[in-house]
């Protein structure tokens, strides 16, 4: 044993230097004097490249030079909002006036005409215009219709001498109501041009009838969606239901029996759907499903109405697919229930506070329900019942019909699908009674909305517009007390023309303007965003029009803003809020100051920020027009071109001037009737007076200084929407091709942002230029900008940003060259490795900006990328050292990939027997349908086609609630180095502030692997799990919202006695025998 133990001791020895080598393998030191010195090294060459090549110091000094002849003031919000709201009501007062106008012109029209059963009139269809038969003839109903493009109305060819007519596919376009309704509506065509004369900025103006025909001006060529098919129907769209009904509070009941099963239980459905399409979000809503018991659709809404916003609406239709048929029908309890939480709701102030109805969806009633109504509704009938009788059986229509007819409803019956549409639209008429009887022209305002229905260019896809309407009611006498409603005239207002009315340069970097309606939700905000992209194609949010301002605003927590604006308060409160910029990569700390005032006559409240600091402080200057004609005239310098310098839309023959060419014709004095912006012109001039020395400096560096190649382009911005643009590189040599092009919107002026660069640079130290990296699809490069400040009897204020573009091989190439030491450096008294080098491949070195992405490395596919996702280790000391600091971040706005991507309940195509058998199935259900019906209009109506068992599609995407990191550099923690333990082996890491600039300098071992130690850093958002209980409570919460001023739900002189009715029908006995066999048989093979 003992002759043993010396050459186990010479192992252990062995062992233990070669442990003490792997040892001070791993421990590479990294000298962190060396990497100073490299830090400070290549600030200097920054700063040298950033001044010289974007003239920063020679615009600073320009800006010293006038600082005696300008003024500073500071921006009085309270003054500005009532000053924005004014315009704003003025603006929208104007719409009101033409629509009204439409509404006396078409009662009028109606009064003095006597309907023509055998009237014979011709009219523009929109869909046949300018269409000709085989043999070149114009087509009935067609005829020419001159059309040019307007780029008024978003260079669509339009007619605007004439309007013309879009009847939906399902309605009989020469029917006898439609032809004198449309004879009637021709006297809306003068007052169309007449209002588009008096005010040229009005869009579309329009007629939508009652009896399902729309009048469009100006007139437009109709197109049918991909089956030839018109489905538009005017009688659907938000502005005609809004207009037409006051606010109500609806309780759908729908009977799911065993006696409801297959096709009436889809016609039941699609029943449903329609009455929710017919709601907004003025209005409340439950549904109740019954057969011997209760059954709520939502169990979270037990009890209860909710506002029926589309969040709310398309979460119902989720559920009313998933109903299916049992049991016996009990109708007796479902009624006291839906009654009980009518008459709760209106004690306790809940819900509309308006019209309020039962709709029963049934395929028979058969129990005594007088008990019922004797209790809950008698004698005052506070409670309207619609009844919709379904399927073929007649057996029961009297009993349904006594429901309604003495409850002050309506009785319909619906035997197919293709009856769905207009037998709920019946509702909506006899709601609309007593605000007809009484003549009550009360003016309605929609929410936000893309109409891309009606207008498909994409110019409209992205536009958000409000509609203005006003129901049109029958003065003549012998029909009053039936309330007949005419239609509906309205004007739709693009919201963008609405905000330009709160001009961007008075509002500074970070400043914007929004509009809200009464129940919160936002009509326009910059942080809006309506659209998400699926694959490669942008589509609209499910629920873009109904984003609460609180999930915009969420900084508000307390829901003071929210409260007060839609009170419809004036005020203003502060809020210290965290923002982000670069498509919310950035994180910025900002105390903002909000503005808030209501607008007259209108549902919307006006919200303004301005943030405290630079964004409350502007400066003026004066020079003369000729001074400053001369330099605002120079090729290299542009306007924004969404603002308003001069209103060019007034007068058609100024459409064709862009914002520029306008604003120098009004100087020079061509164009006198110019609305122009006295002060904004003003500072514009100054400013080109100002920056005009820089574009014979830049053209300077082109002929006396050879440009270092890679520096591709200068530029300079001012607050009042001024730019200059120096191109160093030519278009073939330059990297960053798309920069500040029209396609460029983050790095321009437009109606909601300043340029990215600006807002970079004004939260920087002045004087400083701020770096970030660039990644547009791959292609990469770097960005330096600076603010310009001007100061005046104690204050100052941001006058604009200058910067410079470059290439990463220009900062490659310096970075490089700098960050080595030479081969012969005297390493005698360094600790560590020397010489030292980043090229080595025992380093990795990066740049890493103040939001910790990198702008610079040694791999090309790292830049533009978070530091943490690319080293997790590193990222990961340096926020517990405090380096950086994690800011937690919201988006309540986003989507999330849809974890339910599983089949429907549809039954799987078991085999080819079956797929024959499913087929004949359908062929006789549907032929036997048609035959019974004899219903031609359905022939063609999509519906007919919809197959009640076929598998839904399932969204790939679903709004969500997400949470998300962003970081900021500590500018107070200059430097850090340390070891970071990974398994076998320590790396060492040394980071150093790189002076004068928002980046530090990280010089990673690059041979020690903590991949497994340390995962990624990510900045992926992550998705806001909120259990049962707190997803209901945040589905039913009712926010504060404020009522719409008018209700008209009652009226003496109401005819309730026409109540509706249902044509006899008689079959063929044999033919609905045979073919009920028929389908017998196939259904037991299936």
């Known amino acids: 044993m003992e002759s043993r133990t010396p050459g186990f001791r010479e192992l252990l020895k062995i062992l233990g230097f070669f442990c003490l080598w792997i040892t001070a393998q791993a421990q590479m030191k990294i000298p962190p004097e060396t990497v100073q010195q490299w830090a400070t090294a ?227 459905k699609h029943t449903i759907n329609t009455i929710l399409d017919t709601l907004g979000e003025n209005d409340f809503v439950n549904i109740i499903a019954y057969t011997d018991y209760v059954r709520y659709v939502e169990p979270c809404f037990k009890g209860t109405l909710v506002q029926a916003d589309l969040d709310n609406r398309e979460h119902f239709k989720v559920l009313v697919e998933e109903l299916h048929v049992k049991g016996e029908a009990k109708i007796k309890n479902a009624m006291k229930e839906s009654f009980k939480i009518l008459n709760e709701a209106r004690a306790n102030g809940q819900g509309s506070m308006c019209n309020q109805a039962i709709m029963l969806i049934t395929d028979g009633a058969m129990e005594d329900f007088e008990s019922v109504f004797e209790e809950f509704n008698w004698p005052e009938r506070r409670v309207r019942v619609f009844t919709y009788l379904i399927g073929r059986e007649m057996t029961f229509a009297q009993n349904t019909k006594w429901i309604a007819c003495n409850n002050k409803g309506y009785y319909t019956h619906i035997s197919t699908l293709a009856d769905v549409q207009e037998n709920v639209m019946e509702y909506l008429h006899v709601l609309s009674r007593p605000m007809v009887i009484n003549h009550d022209h009360d003016i309605i305002w929609t929410e936000a909305y893309m109409d891309t229905v009606l207008f498909t260019t994409k110019a409209q896809s992205l536009l958000l517009m409000t509609s203005v309407a006003m129901p049109v009611f029958s003065k003549k006498k012998e029909t009053l007390s039936h309330g007949i409603l005419l239609g509906v005239v309205g004007s739709d207002i693009p919201l963008m023309e609405v905000m330009k009315l709160a001009p961007r340069y008075m509002l500074g970097a970070h400043g914007y303007a929004f509009l809200i309606t009464n129940n919160g939700y936002i009509l326009a905000h910059p942080d809006l965003r309506p659209l998400y992209k699926d694959g490669k194609k942008l589509k609209p949010k499910p629920n873009y029009n109904s984003v609460d301002l609180s999930e915009v605003e969420w900084e508000d927590t307390e829901e003071m803003l929210r409260t007060a604006m839609v009170k419809g308060e004036t005020g203003s409160i502060s809020l210290s809020v965290r923002a982000s910029v670069d498509k919310a990569k950035r994180p910025l700390y900002l105390i903002n100051d909000y503005y808030y005032t209501n607008i007259d006559e209108t549902p919307f409240s006006f919200g303004m920020v301005l943030t405290q600091g630079h964004g409350k402080l502007m400066f003026l200057g004066n020079v003369s027009v000729e001074e400053g004609l001369h330099d605002l005239t120079s090729p290299d310098l542009s306007i924004a071109s969404e603002w308003t310098y001069c209103e060019t839309d007034i007068d058609p023959a100024h459409r064709k001037y862009t914002q520029l060419q306008a604003a120098i014709r009004y100087l020079l004095g061509k164009e006198p009737d110019l609305e122009c912006d006295e002060v904004l012109l003003q500072q514009t001039l100054f400013d080109a007076v100002v920056t005009a020395p820089l574009e014979a400096y830049w053209n300077a560096l082109m002929l006396n200084d050879r440009v270092e190649p ?195 309940s549809a039954r799987p195509l078991l085999s080819p027997f079956y797929g024959i058998v499913a087929l004949m199935r359908w062929f006789f259900s549907n032929a036997l349908m048609f035959l019974l019906d004899f219903n031609l209009c359905g022939l063609w109506h999509s519906d007919y086609f919809v197959d009640g068992h076929k598998q839904k599609k399932v969204e790939a995407y679903l709004p969500c609630d997400t949470a998300y990191p962003g970081f900021m550099y500590d500018s107070s923690v200059r430097e850090a180095n340390s070891l970071i333990k990974c398994g076998r082996c320590q790396k060492m890491f040394v980071v150093q502030q790189v002076p004068d600039t928002n980046m530090v300098l990280v010089v990673t071992q690059a041979d020690c692997d903590c991949s497994r130690q340390y995962g990624p850093i990510m900045l992926e958002p992550k998705e806001i799990k909120y259990n049962a209980t707190v997803k209901c409570n945040r589905m039913k919460s009712q926010k504060v919202r404020r009522r719409p001023e008018s209700c008209h739900a009652y009226h003496p002189k109401e005819n309730a006695k026409d109540c509706g009715g249902a044509s006899s029908i008689s079959p063929s006995f044999t033919l609905f025998s045979a073919s009920l066999f028929v389908v017998l048989v196939l259904h037991r093979w299936t």
Not at 103 to 117: G, K, R
């Open 710 to 904: 890679g520096l591709e382009t200068a530029f300079l911005g001012t607050r009042s929407g001024l730019m200059r643009i120096m191109r160093y590189a030519g278009v073939e040599n330059r990297v960053a091709k798309k920069f500040l092009t029209p396609s460029d919107k983050d790095n321009l002026f437009t109606i909601d942002h300043f340029p990215l660069w600006y807002r970079l640079a004004v939260e920087n130290i002045p004087g400083r230029f701020f770096y970030y990296p660039v990644n547009d699809k791959g292609v990469k490069y770097v960005i330096a900008t600076t603010a310009v400040m001007v100061s005046s009897e104690g204050k100052t204020a941001v006058a604009g940003a200058i910067g410079v573009q470059m290439s990463l091989d220009l900062l490659e190439k310096r970075f490089w060259a700098v960050a080595k030491q030479p081969s012969d450096t005297d390493c005698s008294n360094i600790e560590g490795v020397c010489p030292l080098s980043c090229e080595s491949p025992d380093l990795n070195c990066f740049l890493v900006d103040n939001n910790g992405f990198i702008v610079l490395s040694k791999e090309r596919n790292e830049v533009g990328r978070f530091f943490g996702e690319v080293d997790g280790s590193v990222m990961a000391s340096l926020i517990k050292m405090g380096m950086y600091r994690k800011v937690s971040l919201y988006d309540y706005q986003a989507m999330c990939k849809n974890s339910h991507h599983h089949a429907s």
């Open 42 to 268: 290549f600030s200097a060459q920054l700063r040298d490249i950033s001044t010289k090549y974007s003239g920063s110091l020679l615009l600073q000094k320009k800006l010293k030079d006038v600082e005696s002849i300008i003024k500073i003031v500071e921006v009085d919000g309270n003054d500005l909002v009532k000053d924005y709201s004014d315009e704003i009501e003025r603006m929208l007062g104007s719409k009101m006036k033409s629509v009204k106008r439409l509404a006396e012109s078409a009662e009028d029209a109606d009064l003095y005409h006597e309907f023509n059963a055998s009237l014979e009139f011709d009219y523009y269809n929109s869909m046949l215009i300018n269409t000709v038969d085989e043999d070149g003839n114009n087509i009935e109903l067609g005829g020419e219709f001159p059309l040019e493009e307007n780029e008024h109305f978003n260079n669509l060819a339009v007619n605007t001498q004439q309007s013309d007519i879009q009847v939906p596919t399902n309605v009989y376009n020469k029917d006898p109501n439609i032809l004198n309704a449309i004879y009637n509506s021709e006297a809306l065509n003068d007052v169309f041009i007449n209002n588009f004369q008096k005010d040229p900025t009005l869009t579309w103006q329009y007629f939508g009838s009652s009896t399902g025909f729309f009048r469009i001006y100006p007139g437009i060529k109709w197109t049918p969606d991909s089956n030839g098919v018109a489905a538009f129907d005017c009688r659907n769209r938000n502005w005609y239901i809004q207009a037409a009904t006051s606010p109500k509070d609806i309780i759908i009941m729908v009977d799911i029996s065993g006696s409801m099963k297959g096709l009436k239980m889809t016609i039941a």
